[in-house]
Nanobody, 126 residues
Framework: QVQLVESGGGLVQAGGSLRLSCAASGRTFSSYAMGWFRQSPGKEREFVAAISWSGSSTSYADSVKGRFTISRDKAKNTAYLQMNSLKPEDTAVYYC???????????????????WGQGTQVTVSS
């Protein structure tokens, strides 16, 4: 099986930046898309960003367009989420996910993903 481990979360001031990493370990897939989701207390888990296997397709939530960038390094089996101009409303637990079934699209739907990480806390202070 494959394990996904997020890192890079922490506390940052509004307007600051963080870069999250998601490393895949164990037996990796032949091809898979990667996505990032987040969840705040009392709210549903929401889509943030996704990238296809080739990297040619990306998707972003309207709330993060122009501020967040998703990327991947296939050689390192790692996906990244660069977060700039952070706002207090970005505070959440961030989860990475892998889609081995539809690897050629960057799905915005949680059920599209079949593997999930444990989450990493991001807190943005005002």
């Amino acid at each position: 099986q494959v394990q996904l481990v997020e890192s890079g979360g922490g506390l940052v001031q509004a307007g600051g930046s963080l870069r999250l990493s998601c490393a895949a370990s164990g037996r990796t897939f032949s091809s898979y898309a990667m996505g990032w989701f987040r969840q705040s207390p009392g709210k549903e888990r929401e889509f943030v960003a996704a990238i296809s296997w080739s990297g040619s397709s990306t998707s972003y939530a309207d709330s993060v367009k122009g501020r967040f960038t998703i990327s991947r390094d296939k050689a390192k089996n790692t996906a990244y989420l660069q977060m700039n101009s952070l706002k207090p409303e970005d505070t959440a637990v961030y989860y990475c996910a892998a889609d081995s079934r539809l690897p050629y699209i960057a799905s915005m739907s949680g059920p599209s993903y079949d593997y999930w990480g444990q989450g990493t806390q991001v807190t943005v202070s005002s």
